[in-house]
């Protein structure tokens, strides 16, 4: 059972490999536009006020020294909590190590830590893909409801939306930042002066400028994907949640919309350079894939976004979790920051250069709470509309990763084999 799981997760891991952050713009080990800097470093100077010590908890013996794994670009957005918990906590840790690498290699990581008696690394940040992977492996610590009494409050301090992604967890990680997705059409408005506002007027708008409207492979993309689980609802499909056996309108629509596409890109920084150039004139997007590549000015600043209707938003999440052979205190230490990371004025840091936007996960976090910089690059490449239509439609979970190992699958196999 255990060998069938693995080869399982294995899959799951490579057809999942940019879920997490592939959604947008910084993260390049997901083909996105800068860097995740990957350091090993101490206590630097926080991105937003240190804050008070950390939430009454268990606190370990002795300061630890924690090793953080980022398989998700995830740190974009919170390195600058965890160093505010480490100038504020200097009794609970004393020194953090950062890695970053892609979602492939968590399994074979953490299964050699646990088969050689080495556990080294204390908490992973990631995406839908890792977390997956390390629950089919049995490689993470339960969190909920083993250590509910760390998070007190847990769901109802969640937004409605958040809430129902840190169901996905299944107790074995805590939702640290959230976000809106897609999908989102984004143009070059001097080149698409009517853009579409259906499904159907993209696919006749596609028809009428063959080779002029792109998007990326959905397994290695988050406008690819959010546009993949976002067409079930936009046309109506039987069951947007079964790729298998409810998606026949989406299957037929997007072998149509085929004929169209001169060549799907490996990731989705490829598809806003192709914009950017005018290799094309429309590309798949999502509020955070508009606003930080024209934030780094890999965008220039005047495309433009626009949604299909029935607009339904597909959601996303990234989660903290803790391999399951962590010591005593480095448990502890971990359950401390995680709690630290869900305070609304640490929540604030999230909004970071917009590339998961809004960013927070928790109630009662706003624009003015953020770090200066972050204000302003939202307030000059933010949009006035993402407010209004963030309240305005509703909004529906990523499908399990089970099931979108399925959709890409079916994609790769139907719709991208001749054309990637």
């Known amino acids: 059972m255990r060998g069938t799981r ?21 993260k390049t080990t997901n083909n996105s536009p800068t860097a995740n800097n990957s350091s090993t470093t101490g206590s630097s100077s926080p991105s937003a006020s240190g804050g008070s010590p950390a939430p009454a908890g268990a606190k370990p013996s002795k300061p630890v020294t924690l090793n953080i794994l980022d398989i998700a670009g995830n740190l974009q957005l919170t390195k600058g909590m965890i160093e ?90 805590v939702e640290v930042v959230y976000y809106p997705s897609g999908p989102l059409i984004e ?19 596609a028809k009428a400028h063959p080779g002029r409207f792109e998007y990326a492979q959905p397994a290695n993309s988050g406008p690819g994907r959010t546009f993949l689980m976002g067409l079930p609802y936009l046309l109506g499909d039987k069951d947007p949640k079964d790729p298998t056996n409810g998606w026949d309108k989406t299957w037929a629509y997007l072998e149509q919309l085929g004929k169209y596409i001169k060549v799907y890109q490996t990731g989705t920084t490829a598809t806003m350079k192709d914009l950017a150039s005018g290799t094309v ?45 962590v010591s005593d205190d480095t448990m502890k230490a971990d359950l401390l920051l995680i709690a630290w990371m869900l305070k609304p004025d640490q929540q604030a840091i999230a909004y970071d250069s917009g590339y998961f936007y809004p960013g927070p996960a928790v109630k009662g976090v706003t624009l003015d709470m953020a770090p200066a910089a972050s204000q302003e690059v939202i307030k000059k490449y933010g949009r006035d509309e993402y407010a209004q239509w963030i309240d305005q439609y509703p909004k529906e979970t ?22 990637k």
């Open 398 to 419: 990523s499908l399990p990763a089970t099931a979108q190992v399925t959709a890409f699958d079916l994609w790769d196999r139907n719709v991208g084999a001749a054309k």
């Open 281 to 325: 004139d429309m590309v798949m997007s999502t509020t955070g894939w508009d606003i930080n590549p024209r934030a780094l000015g890999t965008v220039p600043n005047t495309v433009k976004v626009g949604l299909l209707q029935p607009m339904h938003w597909v959601t996303d999440a990234q989660y903290a979790v803790i391999p399951k052979d």
């Open 84 to 173: 505010n918990f480490v100038k504020a906590n200097p009794d609970v840790v004393s020194h953090v190590n950062y890695t970053t690498a892609t979602a492939p290699t968590l399994t074979g990581k953490l299964q050699a830590e646990e088969q050689g008696g080495n556990a080294q690394t204390s908490l992973v940040l990631t995406g839908t893909d890792g977390l997956s992977a390390g629950i089919a492996n049995n490689l993470l610590a339960k969190l909920l409801p083993d250590h509910q009494d760390a998070f007190p409050g847990l769901m109802d301090n969640y937004l409605a939306p958040a809430a129902a992604m840190q169901q996905l967890a299944q107790g074995y990680g």
């Open 6 to 26: 693995s080869l399982a997760a294995s899959v799951l891991v490579m057809a999942l490999a940019a879920t997490a952050c592939g959604s947008s713009g910084k």
């Open 187 to 205: 143009y070059n408005p001097a080149k698409v002066t009517n853009p579409p506002t259906t499904p159907q007027e993209l696919l006749d708008w």
